[in-house]
């Protein structure tokens, strides 16, 4: 059986190097599924041989951006970690990570693991090992014509929370879903959150997916929301309401950067966007649950870089771009407000596919606040991919003009000559590798 964990971790390693060096492309996904065919229990063996826990992070949006914050985090207070940094986080990708990170004799020297998992993947990772603890960041809406409503998602956490019940969840308590979930799965939990109101919420149209009690069914009441239904709340008739927050983020300022308090410490980021809050809180929490002192957290925070696509910057011909994937209603009003934090002109790139790893179904562009990229001093919005003209209709819907132009390195190039110096590219799920590998291309060419 060793020799065989052995002749899988020398497989996926060509695998993958071959993807990358011959194909360009990333071969994690097909590393990981050889590695299982060639030995069915590599997973289950590479999992039992991590010397200290096992984290993993769920959640509808930044599962990525946490994990591998998470991971970083726990590397800059001395430990080696097992992860898979790319973000491919179901079955084959997670196996990947550990045989990609075992060593040529088929063995892992690892302190730690820190593994994003698809929340619907859950069931079948689960009986491979039981982590030691889940960061649960939140739970949105997300392609439903792959996951259906979000009561299905939340029943296949809840099965399986309670088939690792030593499992501890950290969970947002901000978010009712959430917390509820992490209540009713009779898992011990812990909760980050903040506590205070940040951002005036007042005529926003996002769709609020939290609005009723799922304890009793009765309507929620919102003191304040922080953005979609992430906030703080109480049942209008039974007992559930916001958990007390362990971990409460305070003195929240948002501006070139991000910058807030939790327990005894000032925490400083420089990125955009008000929900890299909540990634930042929520691997913090993880880290000091875990045990860690977290001494070094914010010298990690100074040199982390987002990569896969999550703001992450290139400089092309000049010109300032950034990339940020924008896969659901909620993921994307987001962005939006990113970009909105950038007060001066540039112009903006949205990338729309359905392909079935995206979702077949694009009605939730209608779902989306486009309209405040009317007060986001937008020089042009360009519309690509293979549904440009659904996103195009879309914004003529609430009177903004768009350019189409399928080809997305096409449409970048336009912008990188005929722009103002300072990109925006929004992808949603199946275009972000093949977008990120065309920006690193171009930032490149000379």
């Known amino acids: 059986m060793n020799f065989r964990r052995m002749l899988a971790v020398w497989a996926a390693k060509i695998v993958e190097r071959i993807s990358v060096k011959v194909f360009h492309k990333h071969g994690v996904t097909w590393?990981?599924?050889?590695?299982?065919?060639?030995?069915?229990?590599?997973?289950?063996?590479?999992?039992?041989?991590?010397?200290?826990?096992?984290?993993?992070?769920?959640?509808?949006?930044?599962?990525?951006?946490?994990?591998?914050?998470?991971?970083?985090?726990?590397?800059?207070?001395?430990?080696?970690?097992?992860?898979?940094?790319?973000?491919?986080?179901?079955?084959?990708?997670?196996?990947?990570?550990?045989?990609?990170?075992?060593?040529?004799?088929?063995?892992?020297?690892?302190?730690y693991a820190s593994i994003e998992i698809d929340e619907a993947s859950t069931r079948r990772v689960f009986p491979h090992f039981k982590p030691n603890y889940m960061v649960l960041t939140n739970l949105f809406r997300d392609q439903l014509d792959r996951y259906g409503e979000i009561d299905i998602t939340m029943n296949i956490l809840k099965e399986s929370m309670q088939s690792a019940p030593d499992m501890k969840v950290i969970v947002n308590g901000d978010d009712a879903l959430s917390a509820f979930l992490a209540m009713d799965s009779g898992n011990d939990f812990v909760t980050y959150g903040i506590s205070e109101k940040v951002l005036d919420d007042k005529g926003s149209r996002e769709i609020r997916e939290g609005r009723f009690c799922k304890k009793c069914g009765a309507p929620l009441h919102y003191n304040f929301y922080h953005y979609s239904q992430l906030g703080d709340?109480?049942?209008?008739?039974?007992?559930?309401?916001?958990?007390?927050?362990?971990?409460?983020?305070?003195?929240?300022?948002?501006?070139?950067?991000?910058?807030?308090?939790?327990?005894?410490?000032?925490?400083?980021?420089?990125?955009?966007?008000?929900?890299?809050?909540?990634?930042?809180?929520a691997a913090y929490s993880a880290v000091r649950t875990g045990g860690m002192k977290a001494e070094h957290f914010n010298d990690m925070l100074k040199n982390f870089n987002p990569e896969n696509g999550r703001m992450e910057e290139f400089t092309i011909k000049g010109t300032k771009t950034v990339l940020n994937l924008a896969k659901n209603p909620a993921g994307f009003n987001q962005n939006i407000s990113a970009v909105m934090q950038d007060e001066?002109?540039?112009?903006?790139?949205?990338?729309?596919?359905?392909?079935?790893?995206?979702?077949?179904?694009?009605?939730?562009?209608?779902?989306?606040?486009?309209?405040?990229?009317?007060?986001?001093?937008?020089?042009?919005?360009?519309?690509?991919?293979?549904?440009?003209?659904?996103?195009?209709?879309?914004?003529?819907?609430?009177?903004?003009?768009?350019?189409?132009?399928?080809?997305?390195?096409?449409?970048?190039?336009?912008?990188?000559?005929?722009?103002?110096?300072?990109?925006?590219?929004?992808?949603?799920?199946?275009?972000?590798?093949s977008t990120r590998d065309t920006l690193k291309r171009l930032e490149g060419a000379k």
């Open 344 to 433: 001066t002109l540039k112009d903006v790139v949205i990338v729309i596919n359905d392909n079935a790893q995206d979702g077949t179904d694009v009605s939730w562009l209608w779902d989306v606040d486009f309209d405040r990229f009317k007060g986001a001093n937008v020089n042009s919005i360009t519309v690509s991919g293979i549904r440009c003209y659904d996103m195009g209709l879309r914004l003529k819907y609430v009177d903004i003009g768009s350019m189409c132009e399928p080809n997305v390195e096409k449409a970048v190039c336009e912008r990188v000559e005929n722009g103002c110096k300072n990109l925006y590219v929004l992808v949603n799920y199946t275009a972000l590798y």
């Open 233 to 281: 709340y109480k049942c209008t008739k039974c007992d559930f309401e916001r958990p007390q927050i362990d971990f409460n983020a305070f003195d929240v300022e948002i501006g070139e950067g991000l910058l807030f308090s939790v327990e005894d410490k000032r925490l400083f980021a420089n990125y955009k966007g008000f929900y890299n809050v909540y990634n930042i809180l």
């Open 31 to 111: 590393a990981g599924k050889i590695a299982l065919r060639i030995c069915p229990s590599i997973l289950k063996d590479l999992a039992a041989q991590v010397k200290k826990d096992i984290f993993i992070v769920c959640g509808t949006n930044g599962k990525t951006t946490t994990n591998n914050m998470l991971c970083s985090a726990i590397e800059a207070e001395g430990y080696r970690v097992i992860c898979n940094h790319t973000g491919s986080n179901m079955l084959n990708g997670v196996v990947a990570a550990f045989a990609l990170g075992a060593k040529l004799n088929g063995n892992l020297d690892a302190d």
